[in-house]
């Protein structure tokens, strides 16, 4: 996925009517990316020591994709974009980070 197709998935939560289910998820990306960049950054002590929370922000943030997804597929709203994420975590996770990068674009 690119970051321009995940800035239109951004755009269509914004109008979503679950929005505390889209602050949620919003909010574990953030979580998400932050302790992967901070994976990314340290060293190897640093990093064993930083993978059971990194674990479970991603685990989190996928639950959170799942949740948005019933919810709006329940309301009648356009879901496609968790299929299009797929079920691959390595791709579940680009998705957070490029979400997050979608915000901080919007941010400016």
Known sequence: M????????YEDFQT???QPLVKSLQKYALKYTRLRVEWLLSDLETRKEIDEERTFAHNA????????????KAGGEDSN??????SDRKDIGDF?????????IKAR
Request: hydrophobic share 60%; charged share 15%.
């Open 2 to 9: 690119e970051l321009q197709e995940v800035q239109l998935i």
């Open 16 to 18: 979503s009517n679950f």
């Open 61 to 72: 943030f996928i639950s959170s994709c799942d949740a948005l997804a019933r919810n709006m």
């Open 81 to 86: 974009w968790r299929v299009k994420i797929g």
């Open 96 to 104: 957070a980070v490029l979400l997050v990068a979608a915000m901080g």
